[in-house]
């Protein structure tokens, strides 16, 4: 990638994810006063709401929303801050395995704000959760495959300089049982 935008990625992210969110918020703060007393809150697995409370529950995607974004962005400083990620590492593949966590960071921080707000938006229009189509317990754990690519990553860099065999095979077979774990998963809830 080139050096320009990985070092511009981090600031753009934080732009993104913190601006949506902050805009949905005003949004809400704006349109607050026309809620009913009771509104839908929470989705269940057929994307529609499954729990009805008080208006002021309207503002929990903003708190899960923040707080995952600003959890991310403290991952991201920690990151940023630690001199050596390893003294067993080359400083080639120290900045490597420092780029791919840190853009593993800022995918789930991005990723996290726009569920939320588009959870925000739901809530503040009574309608139905947009997840493309999946159910929103699955969508929800779409990040979960950003961690094991990002090792399988670092993994690779560093491993593939003293054997190239079958790493790449089972990188693949890896993602593979990943996929069909999910969609066992989806199938066994249902």
């Known amino acids: ?11 753009a992210v934080n732009i993104l994810s913190f601006g949506m969110l902050f805009v949905y918020f005003v949004y809400m703060l704006v349109v607050y006063k026309d809620f009913p007393e009771q509104i839908g809150i929470h989705y269940g697995d057929d994307n529609e709401f499954d ?20 959890v991310f962005t403290i991952g991201s400083f920690a990151v940023n801050k630690a001199k050596r ?25 991005l990723f996290w704000a726009v569920f939320y707000t588009i959870w925000a938006h739901c809530v503040i229009h009574q309608t139905r959760i947009f997840t493309f189509g999946i159910p929103v317990r ?12 990002a090792f399988m990553a670092i993994d690779s860099k560093v491993r593939l300089k003293k054997s ?23 199938k066994l809830r249902k």
């Open 138 to 149: 699955v969508f929800q754990g779409l990040p979960l495959f950003i961690i094991p690519w």
């Open 1 to 11: 990638m080139n050096e320009k935008i990985i070092k511009r990625l981090p600031a």
């Open 85 to 109: 990620i390893s003294k067993k590492l080359s400083e080639e593949d120290n900045v490597f395995v420092r780029k791919t966590v840190l853009i593993a960071f800022d995918a789930m921080k």
């Open 164 to 186: 190239k065999r079958f790493i790449i095979i089972g990188e693949i077979i890896l993602t593979v049982f990943m996929i069909i774990g999910a969609i066992i998963g989806t």
């Open 51 to 70: 729990v009805y409370a008080s208006k002021w529950l309207a503002f929990f995607p903003f708190m899960a929303g923040f707080g995952l974004a600003i």
